[in-house]
């Protein structure tokens, strides 16, 4: 495993290390991720497709190479996920995720995305844009070297600017939305 369960996706091999704390002794460095999240997961069951997981091949994506569109998502079972990352609580940072932020109180980080100009922002603890100019794929390049950075600054939460819900946004919130559940 290469990152702790529950907690922020480690992009770089330094955060690998970080994150097991002394239990290796090396990691061979590829560089960053170039997407950033991690895979989707599709399970073929009774000849139907079925996301599991959210990840850089959207769902669109899936049912273009299928022929077909993906059939109803899987319940989650929360005592025998059959998937990684389908935990209700999984990708957290320490500090508290609010979601869908309209503006960012005192003491709190931003999360950015875009243009978007939040209430309070020019206060905020600590500031990280997941891609000024709106997008997705650099957003999720972004996104867990970003909640890392802004967990490292001891704010007391993390206030998260909307991101759209098509294409890879919707993993990206999938992943947002789960280091937001405490």
Sequence with gaps: RSNRSGHVS???????????????????????????????????????????????ITPEQLAEALGAPLAQALPADATAPVSPGQLASHYAPNAAVRLNARSVAPGEALLAFGAQLLEGAAHAAAVRNLSPSGDLTEAAANLYRYLRDLDATDARSIAVAEVPEAGLGAAINDRLRRAATR
């Design 10 to 56: 480690p992009p770089s091999a330094r955060h690998v290390l970080d994150d097991l704390e002394g239990r290796i002794d090396a990691v061979i460095d590829g560089g960053d991720a170039s997407v950033g999240l991690e895979s989707t997961v599709v399970a073929c069951l009774g000849g139907e497709a079925h996301q599991l997981r959210p990840g850089a």
